[in-house]
């Protein structure tokens, strides 16, 4: 069979990777890490840099095709690697991760195709910040435009006073200060593209958040989710058309009084997408790799009526065995040890059938 190369070893790399051996590929990952969540459950790792680019290349001739599970990638890298190497293809391409790992391109990207986002600004200075601050007003948040994640990397600021302890907070530049969105629900939309261009999307995710991290996931939505679905969804399909996406993507949306406010992308699968493992006919990662295999796609319907995932954040996951006796749950642990706080360690899925 042929060997699907992963960058990323976490566990969005295990998931696709037992997603993989289903369909009787392996997977070889490369990452930083000497091992991960991912490790266990594929056939090959390899540990280097993602701005190595003669790693990188070996790696590449290694495999049938490669594809990632972190945005963090050097975007760069990959980019001398499809112009270099040529037979190897890289889905999704890197050019989605170059718009995508930068908070200030994605939004520039997806407001020229017509979407609208919270009002922004680029921040390269704390006389910049006190500028910005006075235009967009407050509340506002100010974030990294680079490897933040988890609600890591962002300040609030309720007042302009705020300003400089907000600017040392993460960091200083490059920033990006957004308008504080007042929405009634978050919600993902998760989007599969095939090498042909043909799109599946499932039913819309309604998100939770605990301080800053994603809590609680569930399906179907409803209410003002349902009434600006169909907004959302054009953007989701014009931004991965857009790229010539090829993969599963991932789209960040407030559900603001005048419709969709776009908040972020993944060019990757996502973890508001984790319940389609159980949940859906055909789960996210399942997908992905049929796309990137050049597969037909398959069907993204519900499996049952209703759905929640529930992630298991820090000592949360000790409570397993309680979770083992429920009928309706499936049990994940990523297998990374040590329960940290904040760190997530695993999730829950339960399927209804009322
Ligand atoms: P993820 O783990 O999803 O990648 P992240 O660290 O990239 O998260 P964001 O998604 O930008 O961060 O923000 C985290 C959360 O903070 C959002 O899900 C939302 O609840 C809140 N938030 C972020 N930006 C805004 C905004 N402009 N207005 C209102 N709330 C916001
Ligand atoms: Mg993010
Ligand atoms: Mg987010």
Same mark, same amino acid.
């Given at each position: *069979?042929?060997?699907?190369?992963?960058?990323?070893?976490?566990?969005?790399?295990?998931?696709?990777?037992?997603?993989?051996?289903?369909?009787?590929? #392996?997977?070889?990952?490369?990452?930083?890490?000497?091992?991960?969540?991912?490790?266990?459950?594929?056939?090959?790792?390899?540990?280097?840099?993602?701005? $190595?680019?003669?790693?990188?290349?070996?790696?590449? =001739?290694?495999?049938?095709?490669?594809?990632?599970?972190?945005?963090?990638? $050097?975007?760069?890298?990959?980019?001398?690697?499809?112009?270099?190497?040529?037979?190897?293809? @890289?889905?999704?391409?890197? #050019?989605?991760?170059?718009?995508?790992?930068?908070?200030?391109?994605?939004?520039?990207?997806?407001?020229?195709?017509?979407?609208?986002?919270?009002?922004?600004?680029?921040?390269?200075?704390? $006389? *910049?910040?006190? %500028?910005?601050?006075?235009? @967009?007003?407050?509340?506002?948040?100010?974030?990294?435009?680079?490897?933040?994640?988890?609600?890591?990397?962002?300040? #609030?600021?309720?007042?302009?006073?705020?300003?400089?302890?907000?600017?040392?907070?993460?960091?200083?530049?490059?920033?990006?200060?957004?308008?504080?969105? =007042?929405? $009634? /629900?978050?919600?993902?939309?998760?989007?599969? /593209?095939?090498?042909?261009?043909?799109?599946?999307?499932?039913?819309?995710?309604?998100?939770?958040?605990?301080?800053?991290?994603?809590?609680?996931?569930?399906?179907?939505?409803?209410?003002?989710?349902?009434?600006?679905?169909?907004? =959302?969804?054009?953007?989701?399909?014009?931004?991965?058309?857009?790229?010539?996406?090829?993969?599963?993507?991932?789209?960040?949306?407030?559900?603001?009084?005048?419709?969709?406010?776009?908040?972020?992308? =993944?060019? #990757?699968?996502?973890?508001?997408?984790?319940?389609?493992?159980?949940?859906?006919?055909?789960?996210?990662? %399942?997908?992905?790799?049929?796309?990137?295999?050049?597969?037909?796609?398959?069907?993204?319907?519900?499996?049952?009526?209703?759905? %929640?995932? /529930?992630?298991?954040?820090?000592?949360?996951?000790?409570?397993?065995?309680?979770?083992?006796?429920?009928?309706?749950?499936?049990?994940?642990?990523?297998?990374? *040890?040590?329960?940290?706080?904040? /760190?997530?360690?695993?999730?829950?899925?339960?399927?209804?059938?009322?």
């Amino acid at each position: *069979g042929s060997t699907i190369g992963i960058l990323g070893g976490g566990q969005l790399g295990r998931m696709l990777a037992m997603a993989a051996a289903n369909l009787g590929y #392996r997977c070889h990952i490369y990452a930083p890490e000497p091992s991960g969540p991912a490790s266990e459950v594929s056939a090959a790792w390899t540990q280097g840099r993602y701005d $190595d680019d003669a790693a990188l290349a070996a790696f590449a =001739a290694r495999v049938d095709v490669v594809t990632y599970e972190f945005e963090n990638v $050097d975007a760069a890298a990959l980019v001398r690697l499809g112009a270099a190497g040529g037979c190897t293809p @890289i889905h999704p391409t890197p #050019r989605a991760l170059e718009v995508a790992q930068d908070r200030l391109n994605e939004k520039d990207f997806v407001t020229g195709l017509g979407g609208r986002t919270a009002p922004y600004r680029a921040i390269d200075s704390l $006389d *910049g910040l006190k %500028e910005a601050l006075a235009a @967009i007003g407050t509340p506002a948040i100010l974030k990294t435009r680079r490897m933040g994640y988890d609600g890591k990397g962002q300040a #609030r600021i309720m007042h302009p006073d705020d300003a400089g302890a907000a600017w040392e907070a993460i960091g200083g530049a490059p920033a990006i200060l957004e308008g504080f969105v =007042a929405f $009634d /629900r978050e919600y993902s939309i998760l989007l599969a /593209r095939g090498a042909d261009g043909e799109t599946a999307l499932w039913d819309p995710v309604t998100n939770f958040h605990a301080a800053g991290i994603l809590d609680l996931s569930t399906v179907p939505s409803s209410g003002i989710v349902l009434d600006q679905l169909g907004e =959302a969804s054009a953007l989701a399909r014009r931004i991965a058309d857009a790229l010539g996406y090829v993969g599963v993507m991932a789209f960040e949306f407030f559900a603001g009084a005048e419709g969709p406010v776009f908040n972020e992308m =993944a060019p #990757r699968v996502h973890n508001s997408g984790h319940w389609t493992i159980e949940g859906a006919i055909t789960s996210q990662f %399942e997908n992905h790799i049929r796309a990137v295999c050049g597969l037909p796609l398959g069907s993204t319907a519900l499996a049952a009526n209703r759905v %929640e995932m /529930r992630n298991l954040i820090g000592a949360a996951a000790n409570d397993w065995l309680s979770i083992l006796a429920e009928r309706s749950a499936h049990l994940h642990l990523y297998g990374k *040890g040590d329960p940290r706080p904040g /760190r997530k360690m695993g999730h829950v899925t339960r399927l209804f059938f009322d």
